[in-house]
C-alpha cells in the first residue's frame, strides 16, 4: 500500500468510525514501548491487582499488541464520550440511595462499544481488504496506553485516560488491524502539579502519582473483589454499591471538555438513585430483571447484596434495620456476614447483643461468626 493509498485507508476508517458515533478515533503502531511492560510487571509483582489473577497469566502479551498478533500493524483506538447529565456525586449525600457508577447507568458498555467495532471491523475487512480483530476490555489489550500513543487523551495521575476534549468521561475500544495506517500523534501529559484525583480518593488507593493499588480501590472492592469487604474499607465505601467516580469527578478537565449535552449517554432511572431497602428485597430472580443489559449484572446477585449490605450499614438509617433481617439467614456466607456488619451498625444495643448470642451459637461458618464476634 503506497503512501496515499495508507492515507486515504486511515481517512475513510477514521470517518466511518465517526459515522458509527464514536467521539474520537485515532491511530496507533500495534507496539507499545517496553517501559509498558515493565510499569505491568511492577504492578504485579507488588500484588496490586488483588484477586485479578487473570492479568498475570498473559501478562507478556498484554505488554504489547503485537505480542498478541504478530500480524497486527496498527491499533485504531475508538472513544465513546458518557459524561454524565448531572453532577455525579450528588448521591453521596444521600445515604439512603445505592449509588452506582456513571459508566454502569446504561447499557453495559462492552456490548455499546462492541457492536460498533464490529461494523467498524467489517468496514475495514470489505472495503479495505484489511485483517482485524475487535478488543473491548475483555481480551489482554491495554486499551489506555495505546489511546495515548494514539493521540486521544493521556493517563493521569489516577492512571485513567482523560482528555482535553472529553474530560475524563469515555470508554475505550480497539481495533487491530494488518493494516500499516499512518499515526497520529502520541497525547502528553497535561496534569503538572494537580493532585485532585489522589486527594479525592476515599480509600487512599494511590501510593504515588501515576500508581494504583487495586486492592484499596472502592471499584475493586465492589467488583472484582469476590470475598467480605476489608472492615478497614467499609466505612468510605459509603452508600457506593458499584464502583466509583470520585477521581475521575475530580480532575479540572472535566471542566473544559468540549462535547455538549447532546453527545452523553442517557441514563436508566431505575439506575441513577435506587432506594437501597428495595434493592435488599430483590432475590435473584429479581436482580436479573432488574439489571438486564447493565454491567452491574455481571458481578452477581451474591456479591450486589453485599455491596448493597455495606452501603446499608453506613447510611444510618435504624429504619433499614428490618431490610437487613431476613438477609442475616441468607444462603451466601458473604451476605450473611455483611448483614451481621450492617446489622450491628444499625439495631440498637440490646437487639444486636440478643442477635449476636443467637447467631454465634447457630453460625457454622467462621467468617461469619468473627463478624458476630467483633
Not at 459524561?83 to 444521600?94: G, V, Y
Not at 475483555?138 to 493521556?154: C, F, N, S
Not at 500499516?180 to 486527594?199: I, Q
Request: hydrophobic fraction near 45%; include cysteine.
Amino acid at each position: 500500500m503506497g503512501t496515499l493509498d495508507r492515507t486515504e485507508a486511515k481517512r475513510r476508517l477514521t470517518a466511518e468510525a465517526l459515522r458509527l458515533g464514536f467521539d474520537a478515533v485515532g491511530i496507533a503502531p500495534a507496539a507499545l514501548p517496553a517501559e509498558i511492560g515493565r510499569r505491568l510487571s511492577f504492578f504485579l509483582a507488588e500484588g496490586r491487582h488483588g484477586e485479578m489473577d487473570w492479568l498475570e497469566p498473559r501478562a507478556e502479551r498484554r505488554a504489547s499488541p503485537d505480542a498478541l498478533w504478530p500480524a497486527a500493524r496498527s491499533a485504531v483506538v475508538v472513544a465513546q464520550n458518557y459524561t454524565p447529565a448531572e453532577p455525579p456525586l450528588d448521591n453521596l449525600a444521600r445515604p439512603r440511595v445505592g449509588n452506582i457508577s456513571v459508566y454502569a447507568r446504561n447499557r453495559d458498555y462492552h456490548e455499546l462499544i462492541k457492536g460498533r467495532l464490529k461494523h467498524l471491523a467489517q468496514f475495514a475487512a470489505s472495503r479495505l481488504g484489511a485483517a482485524v480483530k475487535v478488543f473491548v476490555d475483555t481480551a489482554p489489550v491495554m486499551e489506555k496506553p495505546l489511546a495515548q500513543a494514539a493521540g486521544l487523551g493521556w493517563q493521569g495521575k489516577h492512571t485513567n485516560l482523560l482528555s482535553r476534549r472529553l474530560g475524563n468521561w469515555f470508554f475505550l475500544g480497539v481495533l487491530l488491524t494488518d493494516l500499516d495506517l499512518p499515526p497520529d500523534r502520541p497525547e502528553g501529559e497535561h496534569c503538572g502539579s494537580c493532585r485532585a484525583c489522589l486527594d479525592a480518593c476515599p480509600t487512599a488507593a494511590f501510593p504515588a502519582p501515576f500508581q494504583l493499588d487495586a486492592r484499596r480501590c472502592i471499584s475493586y472492592l465492589t467488583i472484582e473483589h469476590r470475598g467480605p469487604i476489608p472492615p478497614e474499607f467499609r466505612p468510605a465505601l459509603g452508600n457506593r454499591i458499584f464502583g466509583c467516580d470520585d477521581c475521575l469527578a475530580a480532575c479540572p478537565w472535566n471542566r473544559f471538555a468540549q462535547l455538549g449535552r447532546e453527545a452523553r449517554l442517557a441514563a436508566r432511572d431505575d439506575l441513577v438513585a435506587p432506594p437501597l431497602v428495595e434493592l435488599a428485597a430483590l432475590d435473584e430472580a429479581g436482580f436479573r430483571r432488574r439489571f438486564a443489559g447493565s454491567a452491574v449484572k455481571r458481578i452477581g446477585h451474591v456479591r450486589f447484596l453485599r455491596n448493597v449490605l455495606i452501603a446499608l450499614g453506613n447510611s444510618g438509617d435504624p429504619g433499614a434495620v428490618a431490610a437487613v433481617r431476613p438477609l442475616l439467614d441468607h444462603h451466601a456466607a458473604l451476605v450473611r456476614g455483611a448483614a451481621a456488619w450492617a446489622f450491628r451498625r444499625l439495631a440498637g444495643a440490646g437487639l444486636a447483643a440478643k442477635q449476636r448470642r443467637r447467631r454465634i451459637a447457630l453460625e457454622r461458618d467462621p467468617v461469619v461468626r468473627a463478624e458476630w464476634e467483633a
